[in-house]
């Protein structure tokens, strides 16, 4: 049984970057503020450096990014997968899309040709949880693979049911990885339902006057062990997971300011902590009509001075992805402290977004990682810093 669940590792795929430092690199230097116009799809994504040529050809776009997240994180990590431990890592996937353009041709082949056009070795992918098995054969974790296609909470669902896989026991690290891929035929699917912007000046997250989300892909994977494992092996620790908080509105796409501070609310008084506690928050503004019923839940529950960072302002909206990516983002910066690309509330409230020009000048104390869907899921995780 362990008592402390910790994040020892990170590996990313992204259009900022293939590793946590390059993203964060880019980042810090401006470069993540270039233009998301026309989406923030990866389009440059090479999966043979990462994983070689053999035994590939079959892989959708989605299981081949969330590979080689997967390969980085257990790199960043330190862990080798040895046949001794492979009944004690599992495996766990935060997906709403991976698999969408392969079903849409799938769907295409079956009315042309019937059962007989399908290729059995592409037919894993008839399910979400084909992609995770994937990785679990391929990185040999065996204990466990799990798909949670929940909506815009997926990812830290994800991470909080892997938590409690860690503490019963079930696992000694879980691989909790968020993958997205989105073709034409998605953005144009939302684009009829009015949910995108036409260019990034037009999505502007936390503003009144944004015209809707700009949508991405890639794949994060974060490493979460037991404290008790992690040190064991001399690992290098992030931050602790602490604990999750969870709320449902009846109307999708239009849930009140007060819903999603319940659930700000559920998961502070849990951690045993106050809002006086907490000095970052990774946002899940993405440009949504949304934005603004979450900016008001922070100001009622926060003062000025807490820190705000928007995954979705560089990434764009691509769901369990960058549900991961908040969390690893929360936990890097627990750890480093080093971004310059967030700004404080007051600074948000007024409009003016003013980033921080400097390194912060004191360590966090805890991270609000919130996540709030049009699917009517509002869902926050607590990250701590690690103290040995």
């Avoid at 907490?278 to 807490?306: C, H, K, P, Q, T």
């Avoid at 960058?322 to 080093?338: C, P």
């Amino acid at each position: 049984m362990n008592s402390k669940v910790v994040i020892t590792g990170m590996g990313i795929v992204s259009r900022l970057g293939e590793n946590f430092p390059e993203v964060i690199a880019n980042l810090n230097e401006d470069r993540g503020n270039q233009s998301l116009s026309g989406g923030a799809v990866y389009e440059d994504f090479d999966h043979v450096k990462h994983l070689g040529k053999k035994n590939t050809r079959n892989l959708n776009r989605c299981t081949k990014m969330m590979l080689a997240a997967g390969k980085l994180a257990l790199e960043d990590a330190g862990i080798a997968i040895h046949p001794e431990y492979e009944e004690d890592i599992g495996v766990i996937l935060a997906s709403n899309y991976g698999v969408d353009a392969n079903l849409r041709e799938m769907e295409r082949i079956l009315c042309a040709d019937g059962v007989v056009g399908i290729n059995p070795g592409t037919s894993y992918y008839a399910s979400i949880n084909g992609v995770t098995s994937q990785m679990s054969v391929r990185m040999k974790a065996k204990a466990f693979n799990i798909t949670m296609p929940s909506g815009w909470s997926s990812g830290i669902d994800a991470v909080s049911f892997a938590k409690n896989l860690i503490t019963t026991g079930s696992a000694g690290a879980v691989m909790v990885c968020g993958a997205e891929e989105a073709p034409k035929e998605l953005i144009d699917d939302f684009n009829r339902q009015g949910l995108l912007a036409e260019d990034s000046a037009a999505s502007r997250p936390f503003r009144s006057e944004s015209q809707g989300m700009i949508l991405g892909d890639g794949a994060a994977v974060i490493i979460l062990e037991g404290l008790e494992r992690a040190l064991s092996r001399n690992a290098n620790i992030f931050a602790e997971v602490g604990e999750c908080g969870l709320t449902y509105y009846h109307e999708p796409g239009a849930m009140p300011a007060k819903y999603i501070k319940e659930a700000l609310e559920k998961l502070i008084k849990r951690s045993g902590a106050n809002p006086k506690d907490i000095d970052l928050i990774m946002s899940s503004a993405n440009g949504s009509v949304l934005d603004i019923a979450e900016l008001r839940a922070y100001s009622e529950l926060f003062n000025g001075d807490v820190s705000v960072f928007n995954v979705k302002s560089f990434f764009g909206e691509c769901f369990g992805f960058t549900s991961i990516l908040q969390v690893a983002f929360g936990a890097y910066l627990l750890r480093r402290n080093d971004i310059k690309r967030g700004a404080s509330l007051t600074s948000i409230e007024s409009g003016s977004f003013d980033l921080y020009e400097e390194r912060f000048d004191r360590p966090f104390s805890n991270a609000l990682i919130n996540s709030v869907g049009l699917d009517g899921n509002a869902c926050a995780l607590l990250l701590k810093p690690f103290k040995s």
